[in-house]
């Protein structure tokens, strides 16, 4: 059981963190950020079975490679910026947060781009 893991990480995580906030601050946000980290990599192996999962489904689907690997791309900005934008919250940082949010969504809408234009361009065809 995995998210057990996962699960005492954080519990054992937010405990120091909480526990040190008063007495050390800057020791305290180490122990969040570095909690944070250790769950990410954590997970991180787990996202490569989540990929191929989603590349046999399109194979099997005849959905074209190119745009399965826009739509994990997607996926990955969008975990990367939420990932980033709270360890700058738990930091105490939200006018930094709010940045590597908004810079998430436009990096999301410059790789989907194609997609959109693709789609568009099926509209057009049918019209």
């Known amino acids: 059981m995995e998210i057990l893991q ?3 990480i954080g519990i054992v995580g937010t ?3 909480i526990s040190l906030k008063k007495e050390s601050p800057l020791f305290s946000l180490f122990i ?3 909690t944070g980290i250790l769950i990410f ?3 991180a192996e787990y996202l490569k079975r989540v990929i191929d999962i989603f590349s046999d489904l399109a194979g099997s689907a005849g959905i074209n490679s ?3 690997n826009i739509i994990l791309k997607i996926i990955g900005i ?3 910026a939420r990932f980033a934008t709270e360890l700058c919250k738990d930091a105490g940082e939200g006018a930094i947060a709010s940045k590597v949010d908004l810079a998430g969504k436009i990096f999301i809408a410059i790789t989907g781009a194609p997609v959109i234009l693709a789609l568009m361009e099926m ?3 049918f019209i």
Request: no cysteine; proline share 0%; charged share 10%.
């Open 6 to 8: 996962i699960v005492i």
């Open 15 to 17: 405990i120091l963190s």
């Open 32 to 34: 969040g950020l570095t």
């Open 41 to 43: 990599l954590f997970v």
């Open 66 to 68: 190119e745009y399965m």
């Open 78 to 80: 969008s975990y990367a």
């Open 123 to 125: 509209v057009e065809h």
